[in-house]
């Protein structure tokens, strides 16, 4: 499956942005879909994911801010992002994994070229 994410911009601290990720493949559905970030200096980090069944996890960073979604029918996943702050200032990967676990980074075999998301205070 290969990938490609948008949205990324530059937004207030407090401010909402909505990452889209297209994605290629006729077995789209089969893969749980998941969110990274990688701050200028700093180790990739999870943010989010959806499985398959449709169920989500997400980091205690994030939790309460940010949505997961997906729409199997148009191949596409969605990152709902709310109340922006600027610690969420980050390079926004979409990955795919078949892998159960997925809220490590490096269990995604199929990365997107990334979106920058700039938040300011």
């Known amino acids: 499956v290969q990938l490609q994410a948008s949205g990324g911009g530059l937004v207030q601290a407090g401010g909402s942005l909505r990452l889209s990720c297209a994605a290629s493949?006729?077995?789209?559905?089969?893969?749980?879909m998941g969110w990274s970030r990688q701050a200028p200096g700093k180790e990739r980090e999870f943010v989010t994911a959806?499985?398959?069944?449709?169920?989500?996890s997400y980091a205690d960073a994030v939790k309460g801010r940010f949505t997961c979604s997906r729409d199997n029918a148009k191949n596409m996943v969605y990152l709902q992002m709310n109340s922006l702050k600027p610690e969420d200032t980050a390079v926004y990967f979409c990955?795919?994994?078949?892998?159960?676990?997925?809220?490590?980074?490096?269990?995604?075999?199929?990365w997107g070229q990334g979106t920058l998301v700039t938040v300011s205070s």
């Open positions: 990955a795919a994994t078949t892998s159960v676990v997925v809220t490590t980074p490096g269990r995604y075999g199929h």
């Open positions: 493949g006729r077995t789209f559905s089969n893969y749980n």
């Open positions: 959806m499985r398959w069944s449709g169920s989500t």
